[in-house]
């Protein structure tokens, strides 16, 4: 089985973090397919489309830049773009059984293709814009676009049940399959440690959507409660000097570290090391920072917002309100006076959300739409 990966999102060198979760799906069907990765990156300041052989050192790949405006050039350009990928791969003698498009801007470009080449589409989607708590909404043409792509493609893997529930919300017409986020456990798993140091860890980008503010004002809170604490925050974004400005407000900054980005390896032996994994989200689908805490045996403390509360259940953590700081502390707070079957949280994860798991998921979707095709 071959499977071509077309996506809107993956990293590169500029931008190693983008997209690192359709890296993983990749890396979770390659147990079961031969993988190549199509790119198609609309770039703001190119004018013209450039085809290049993508730097990914485990699979053959192409990044095609296009232009995003105007928006009717961009429109086609996108189109043109995966046409021009799929000839390249073609030419190396890549010949796709399936095209597994990531986000449904890549899968309405796929739709075109395999009608073109007679090759079955699947469409992964983890874009939150189709959560009820996001407050960003597509536009009349981008939501034809989408139910376009989801009306024609031969199945459609929404990373959470939140997720399907707000793509069905928008009258389509698919064939769903809930297939969640990858975690690597042979990088993310226990080492029999225990620790109750109160050490608190947060993983994610730091913008609006992550709330991160309301876990500093509840760091506050249970510092002016007696509790000791110390939050380590992994990630970097447009709101960093905000964040680490109303740290100094709270009279919080010995209490708060900020890391920026930093290897996965280091953050998975941060994780094993850490009380608690809490997360804060406005709205969230299948946040992959919850299943690389899970996987570490880490209790997740989180927001009961989109496809969190199917992560997280009693055995595993806590659900706070969002927005709340009282309600996070409180949780928080709860969490750290519990004791925690780590090995048992880490063992759930990898059955639910390990590369062979999702490898396997992907197998079977891969196999029935080639079936059906024929």
């Known amino acids: 089985m ?11 060198p500029e931008f190693p973090q983008l997209g690192i979760f359709v890296r993983e799906h990749a890396r979770a ?13 609309r770039t703001p300041d190119v004018r013209s489309i450039h085809v290049e052989d993508g730097d990914d050192p485990d699979f053959q790949s192409v990044r095609v830049r296009y232009p995003a405006s105007p928006a009717l050039v ?9 046409l021009l990928a799929y000839r390249r791969l073609r030419k190396r003698g890549f010949e796709p059984d399936v095209i597994h498009a990531h986000f449904f801007l890549a899968g309405a470009p ?8 007679r090759k079955p589409v699947v469409v992964t989607e983890q874009w939150s814009v189709f959560l009820p708590e996001d407050p960003m909404r597509l536009s009349a043409a981008m939501t034809r676009v989408a139910r376009f792509t989801y009306d024609h493609a031969d199945a459609v ?6 997720l399907r529930r707000g793509i069905h919300a928008t009258g389509a017409d698919a064939n769903f399959l809930v297939v969640p986020n990858v975690v690597d456990p042979s990088r993310f798993h226990t080492d029999g440690a225990v620790t109750t140091s109160g050490r608190l860890i947060g993983v994610g980008n730091l913008y609006d959507a992550k709330g991160w503010e309301h876990l500093l004002d509840a760091i506050a809170l249970l510092r002016d409660r007696g509790h000791t604490v110390h939050l380590d925050l ?6 960093r000097r905000d964040l680490e400005a109303r ?12 890391h920026g980005w930093r290897p996965k390896e280091e953050v998975a032996e941060r994780l094993r090391r850490s009380d608690l994994f809490v997360i804060t989200s406005r709205y969230d689908s299948n946040p992959c920072a919850v299943i690389e805490a899970l996987a570490s045996g880490a209790p997740v403390v989180g927001t009961s917002v989109g496809g969190i509360p199917e992560m997280v259940d009693a055995s595993s953590g806590l659900l706070a309100a969002p927005g709340s700081a009282e309600s996070i502390a409180a949780a928080i707070e709860t969490a750290l006076g519990r004791t925690w079957d780590r090995e048992a949280i880490a063992q759930s994860a990898r059955d639910r959300y390990g590369l062979e798991r999702v490898g396997s998921d992907f197998a079977a979707v891969y196999e029935d739409a080639v079936a059906r095709k024929r």
């Open 2 to 12: 071959k499977a071509l990966f077309l996506t809107s999102s993956y990293p590169v």
């Open 29 to 41: 069907a390659s147990l079961h397919a031969e993988v190549a990765v199509a790119h198609l990156d």
């Open 74 to 82: 961009s429109y086609v350009s996108n189109v043109a773009a995966a």
């Open 110 to 117: 796929a739709i075109v293709l395999g009608r073109l080449y």
């Open 157 to 162: 893997m929404p990373v959470s049940e939140a």
């Open 234 to 239: 992994y990630g970097d974004g447009v709101l």
């Open 247 to 258: 740290a100094s407000r709270l009279g919080i900054e010995s209490l708060v570290s900020f």
